[in-house]
């Protein structure tokens, strides 16, 4: 079986001219891939020795891969979705991108206060979703177990901005 690495596409100057952008949706075509990209997932969070109680997916991509990892690990999925996409009462979270503001929310009683929540997105770059993520989270009260990552573009420097909750990715390229 292949390693994640060699599984993922890679688009030369995408979404920009000069970034070269690593899909992991090839993956999803394959079920002995995509068995493997869980596996693999969930052999990280036992070998950490990992308490998870919740996984939390942000929108969009961390919705393919959250719920099934969830289910792998035998606990519940939080959606964390852009303004106005959930019902019932919320709690949001803003940040600065590099052109403006963005939001994401949750649903207020999404998580518990004290519950270690696993916060999944398909690609860390300058880490500013996934800290509102952990904001959002910590919110509620409910304390960030890891920001898990299938790609983390390490030239970007989101760990750090995470810092000091931990973070892992499958996958590390430098640009």
Same mark, same amino acid.
């Given at each position: 079986?292949?390693? +994640?690495?060699?599984?993922?596409? *890679?688009?030369?100057? &995408? #979404?920009?001219?000069?970034?070269?952008?690593?899909? &992991?949706? #090839?993956?999803?075509?394959?079920?002995?891939?995509?068995?493997?990209?869980?596996?693999?997932?969930k052999d990280h969070i036992s070998?950490?020795?990992?308490?998870?109680?919740?996984? /939390?997916?942000? *929108?969009?991509?961390?919705?393919? &891969?959250?719920?099934?990892?969830?289910?792998?690990?035998?606990?519940?999925?939080?959606?964390?979705?852009?303004?106005?996409?959930?019902?019932? =009462?919320?709690?949001?979270?803003?940040?600065?991108?590099?052109?403006?503001?963005?939001?994401?929310? /949750?649903?207020?009683?999404?998580?518990?206060?004290? =519950?270690?929540?696993?916060?999944?997105?398909?690609?860390?770059?300058?880490?500013?979703?996934?800290?509102?993520?952990?904001?959002?989270? *910590? =919110?509620?009260?409910?304390?960030?177990?890891?920001?898990? &990552? +299938?790609? *983390? +573009?390490?030239?970007?420097?989101?760990?750090?901005?995470?810092?000091?909750? #931990?973070?892992? /990715?499958?996958?590390?390229?430098?640009?």
């Amino acid at each position: 079986m292949a390693d +994640i690495r060699q599984l993922l596409a *890679e688009y030369v100057d &995408f #979404p920009i001219p000069g970034v070269n952008f690593l899909d &992991f949706l #090839p993956i999803f075509r394959n079920p002995d891939h995509l068995k493997l990209m869980i596996k693999t997932l969930k052999d990280h969070i036992s070998e950490a020795g990992m308490q998870v109680d919740v996984v /939390a997916g942000l *929108e969009a991509r961390g919705f393919l &891969f959250g719920p099934l990892l969830a289910l792998e690990l035998g606990v519940g999925f939080v959606a964390l979705r852009k303004p106005g996409k959930l019902p019932g =009462q919320v709690v949001r979270e803003t940040y600065n991108k590099e052109y403006g503001q963005d939001s994401i929310e /949750a649903q207020a009683d999404s998580v518990q206060p004290g =519950q270690r929540v696993l916060i999944v997105d398909d690609i860390c770059a300058t880490g500013g979703t996934a800290l509102a993520a952990c904001k959002l989270i *910590e =919110q509620l009260g409910a304390i960030v177990a890891e920001c898990l &990552f +299938i790609v *983390e +573009i390490e030239s970007l420097k989101g760990s750090s901005v995470l810092a000091p909750r #931990p973070t892992h /990715a499958l996958v590390r390229v430098e640009k």
